[in-house]
């Protein structure tokens, strides 16, 4: 059984930072490709950042920057380190594996994770 655990989500003031896990049990993450969405209330889910097989990265402009995605092979875990948080980064925080680098990049992944709520105030 495959799961994505995401965790490190929290209350943060703006300017401030956040470490972003997501952990996976029954799936090699190194295998595929890995990435972060994320969704705001009213908005529509949103593809930030992404990391294939190879480690090759990408960043939607939003986050370019600000953010930097890597994973750890050993723990089988995948990060996203947020600096420089603005109030509009406030959203729930979702990891997704698999299907291949098309599949993440067109929000078709093979798994979920269960999503971590990042909110920006002050």
């Known amino acids: 059984q495959v799961q994505l655990v995401e965790s490190g989500g929290g209350l943060v003031q703006p300017g401030g930072s956040l470490r972003l896990s997501c952990a996976a049990s029954?799936?090699?993450?190194?295998?595929?490709?890995t990435g972060w969405f994320r969704q705001a209330p009213g908005k529509e889910r949103e593809g930030i950042s992404h990391?294939?097989?190879?480690?090759?990265?990408y960043y939607a402009d939003s986050v370019k920057g600000r953010f930097t995605i890597s994973r750890d092979n050993a723990k089988n875990t995948v990060y996203l380190q947020m600096n420089n948080l603005k109030p509009e980064d406030t959203a729930v925080y979702y990891c997704?594996?698999?299907?291949?680098?098309?599949?993440?990049?067109?929000?078709?992944?093979?798994?979920w994770g269960q999503g971590t709520q990042v909110t920006v105030s002050s």
């Open positions: 997704a594996h698999g299907n291949g680098l098309v599949g993440v990049v067109s929000g078709r992944p093979k798994y």
């Open positions: 029954g799936v090699t993450l190194a295998a595929d490709a």
């Open positions: 990391i294939n097989n190879i480690e090759n990265t």
